[in-house]
């Protein structure tokens, strides 16, 4: 069996037609959406709907002050929209229709923080799978499914209001899906299990937010691989756990090439 495995797409759709050519089947990690893009600031749909120049400060201020700043600037731009919520929808749209119309069948696919999983059914064709939360046997194996980011600590979750909500899930919410995963060989996950060396992005010069309880499964389970996404530049893109090899599968935006599961 040959499955690939990408995440972090961001937009890309020409590289994500090509990313099941020659495999199995085609495992997407999350993050389809291109919503602020860091290196080109006009694309993305920031970059539609503010213009390159405002996008750059929003890019600055994320790279290096607090978060209060990016979020009182983020929101000083979304109050210039008269429907900002309909604005990005229809991009968000927009995107997902391009992208989806691209997947292979089979392929199994999970939201990341950068995604409106809401969404997905509408556009999800025969042959892709939507397993969030779920397992799946591929070619004899277990695979088992979470999506989704952690929200930070002490951040309590907007019920209501704001243009756009990225997929960001309590901790309790998140560990119980994790929790419904039993004796799966194969742990995918958009965020990566919480060590250091795994969820710290050299560029950014952080750490982004690990899971405690995918590093429990790794421990108890050894399940053959757990692949991830979500910290673009890694510190360190593999680590073995035991049996385990834990596995940032790339920042398909920039790599356009899958990771590749053999067996």
């Known amino acids: 069996m040959r499955v690939h495995v990408v995440s972090d797409v961001h937009g890309n759709a020409d590289a994500l037609a090509r990313a099941g050519d020659g495999a199995d089947a085609l495992v997407v990690l999350g ?3 291109d919503f602020v893009d860091y290196k080109q600031h006009d694309k993305g749909i920031m970059g539609a709907l503010f213009g390159a120049e405002k996008v750059g400060v929003f890019a600055r201020l994320r790279r290096e002050s ?6 009182a600037y983020s929101r000083s731009l979304w109050a210039t929209l008269e429907d900002p919520a309909s604005a990005v929808e229809e991009a968000i749209r927009e995107q997902y229709a391009a992208l989806f119309k691209v997947l292979p069948a089979p392929t199994y696919a ?3 923080n950068v995604d409106t999983p809401a969404l997905w059914p509408e556009f999800a064709g025969a ?4 397993v969030d939360g779920g397992t799946a046997e591929i070619g004899g194996l277990r695979f088992g499914f979470v999506g989704g980011a952690l929200l930070p600590p002490h951040v309590v979750p907007r019920r209501t209001g704001g243009a756009w909500r990225p997929y960001l899930r309590t901790p309790e919410d998140f560990d119980a899906s994790v929790a419904a995963l039993d004796s799966v060989d194969v742990l995918c996950s958009h965020i990566p299990p919480a060590l250091p060396e795994l969820t710290y992005d050299v560029i950014a010069r952080r750490h982004e937010i ?4 995918l590093l429990g499964v790794i421990t108890g389970q050894q399940p053959r691989w757990s692949v991830f996404g979500h910290v673009h530049q890694p510190l360190s893109s593999r680590r073995r756990v035991g ?7 790339g920042h398909f935006k920039e790599t356009e090439e899958p990771y590749v599961l053999r067996w």
């Open 31 to 33: 993050d389809l959406l």
């Open 66 to 71: 607090t978060r209060d700043e990016t979020i």
């Open 110 to 112: 999970i939201p990341g």
């Open 127 to 130: 042959g892709i799978d939507l």
């Open 210 to 213: 690990g899971s405690a309880a």
């Open 243 to 249: 049996r385990t090899e834990c596995r940032n599968v």
